[in-house]
């Protein structure tokens, strides 16, 4: 136990502390309300006093001005690439379909307007219009792949991948999204060039091959801004992870055949996403399909049924086997001759 006069002796330690400190703020309150005398200008410094507030003024007016004009200038260029996106659910677009909703009226409900009153109340109580269109493009463009794919010959990442991609360049616009699955594509085959020493499994090694691209996504969207360059300033980030996640189709498809059969199936992808895009951004098929529901979905289901039951050669192995299909021709023709020349023979 502490003896008394240590305790004390703190206790005295403390109270003078705590009297110094009470002390030292009364003075600094004392200091801070005397309030000082102001100094006066009168006559020429007076004046020169103003001159120089007005000119520093109209100097921060300016250099405000000109920082302010090329953010201004960028602004104003994301937001008119956001009103004319189709994809954005709150830019201009919206109100235009909306609008050539009121201007083209339909009449009472019935059998064969189910859908039109539907979707009109749903855009009354606040859907977006440019959403209802996307959602009803997009079997079109799915429809337009499988014909693509099964008529007339292209590959391609099967039909979801091309539609959506699509979509995803419909957001970046289209020559944003070309330069971007170019670079993509770029970065995928340098990543796998230069990972193909390492023995990994496919998995790892694949998402390794995300990282690199990752990177070089980063580089070309930082450098892009830093030099200002307006195709890179309003990309947003799920068209762009639906780009870089086309490498894993990349990948999966060198797995399995070469090189250039891998990168002439990209290539058709490409073909088949901006046709798509291009359908997408039609203001004619909007309008068509926002007006007509029920008749889009008639006639989709229709050319679906006749896809299905072609079973036909694909147009581009016509070109692929003409060879073979005149050597086939050639041969039925010689047996038909001989077939016709046989009753001859035998008399």
């Given at each position: 136990?502490?003896?008394?006069?240590?305790?004390?002796?703190?206790?005295?330690?403390?109270?003078?502390?705590?009297?110094?400190?009470?002390?030292?703020?009364?003075?600094?309150?004392?200091?801070?309300?005397?309030?000082?005398?102001?100094?006066?200008?009168?006559?020429?410094?007076?004046?020169?006093?103003?001159?120089?507030?007005?000119?520093?003024?109209?100097?921060?007016?300016?250099?405000?001005?000109?920082?302010?004009?090329?953010?201004?200038?960028?602004?104003?260029?994301?937001?008119?690439?956001?009103?004319?996106?189709?994809?954005?659910?709150?830019?201009?677009?919206?109100?235009?379909?909306?609008?050539?909703?009121?201007?083209?009226?339909?009449?009472?409900?019935?059998?064969?307007?189910v859908l039109q009153k539907a979707i009109r109340q749903a855009v009354a109580q606040g859907l977006p219009a440019s959403l209802v269109v996307i959602i009803l493009i997009f079997p079109v463009v799915a429809s337009l792949v499988a014909l693509a794919r099964h008529v007339i010959?292209?590959?391609?990442?099967?039909?979801?991948?091309?539609?959506?991609?699509?979509?995803?360049?419909?957001?970046?616009?289209?020559?944003?999204?070309?330069?971007?699955?170019?670079?993509?594509?770029?970065?995928?085959?340098?990543?796998?060039?230069?990972?193909?020493?390492?023995?990994?499994?496919?998995?790892?090694?694949?998402?390794?091959?995300?990282?690199?691209?990752?990177?070089?996504?980063?580089?070309l969207l930082t450098v892009g801004s830093v030099l200002k360059i307006d195709l890179v300033l309003n990309v947003s980030i799920f068209p762009l992870l639906i780009i870089i996640l086309l490498t894993e189709n990349f990948m999966t498809s060198q797995m399995f055949a070469s090189?250039?059969?891998?990168?002439?199936?990209?290539?058709?992808?490409?073909?088949?996403?901006?046709?798509?895009?291009?359908?997408?951004?039609?203001?004619?098929?909007?309008?068509?399909?926002?007006?007509?529901?029920?008749?889009?979905?008639?006639?989709?289901?229709?050319?679906?049924?006749?896809?299905?039951?072609?079973?036909?050669?694909?147009?581009?192995?016509?070109?692929?086997?003409?060879?073979?299909?005149?050597?086939?021709?050639?041969?039925?023709?010689?047996?038909?001759?001989?077939?016709?020349?046989?009753?001859?023979?035998?008399?």
């Amino acid at each position: 136990m502490p003896s008394k006069k240590f305790l004390s002796l703190c206790l005295t330690i403390m109270l003078l502390l705590v009297s110094s400190v009470l002390i030292n703020q009364s003075r600094l309150s004392v200091v801070f309300a005397q309030s000082p005398n102001p100094v006066r200008f009168e006559g020429e410094d007076l004046a020169s006093l103003e001159a120089i507030e007005e000119s520093s003024a109209e100097a921060e007016a300016s250099d405000s001005t000109s920082l302010a004009s090329p953010s201004a200038e960028i602004v104003e260029k994301i937001q008119q690439k956001a009103d004319e996106d189709i994809t954005e659910t709150t830019g201009r677009q919206k109100s235009v379909l909306a609008a050539y909703l009121d201007e083209n009226p339909i009449g009472p409900l019935n059998p064969t307007n189910v859908l039109q009153k539907a979707i009109r109340q749903a855009v009354a109580q606040g859907l977006p219009a440019s959403l209802v269109v996307i959602i009803l493009i997009f079997p079109v463009v799915a429809s337009l792949v499988a014909l693509a794919r099964h008529v007339i010959g292209f590959k391609g990442f099967g039909i979801y991948i091309p539609a959506v991609l699509s979509v995803a360049f419909v957001s970046t616009g289209l020559t944003t999204g070309i330069i971007l699955f170019i670079s993509v594509l770029l970065g995928a085959m340098l990543a796998r060039y230069l990972l193909k020493f390492l023995k990994m499994p496919v998995l790892p090694k694949t998402a390794m091959v995300l990282l690199l691209v990752s990177i070089v996504m980063l580089l070309l969207l930082t450098v892009g801004s830093v030099l200002k360059i307006d195709l890179v300033l309003n990309v947003s980030i799920f068209p762009l992870l639906i780009i870089i996640l086309l490498t894993e189709n990349f990948m999966t498809s060198q797995m399995f055949a070469s090189r250039g059969e891998a990168l002439s199936i990209t290539f058709e992808t490409l073909l088949l996403a901006i046709i798509g895009a291009l359908i997408f951004g039609n203001e004619t098929i909007q309008r068509f399909v926002i007006l007509k529901p029920e008749l889009t979905i008639l006639l989709v289901a229709i050319l679906n049924l006749a896809i299905g039951r072609y079973t036909g050669l694909r147009l581009l192995e016509y070109f692929r086997f003409q060879d073979l299909l005149k050597k086939n021709s050639r041969s039925e023709k010689y047996k038909k001759l001989d077939n016709d020349d046989s009753p001859g023979l035998e008399e």
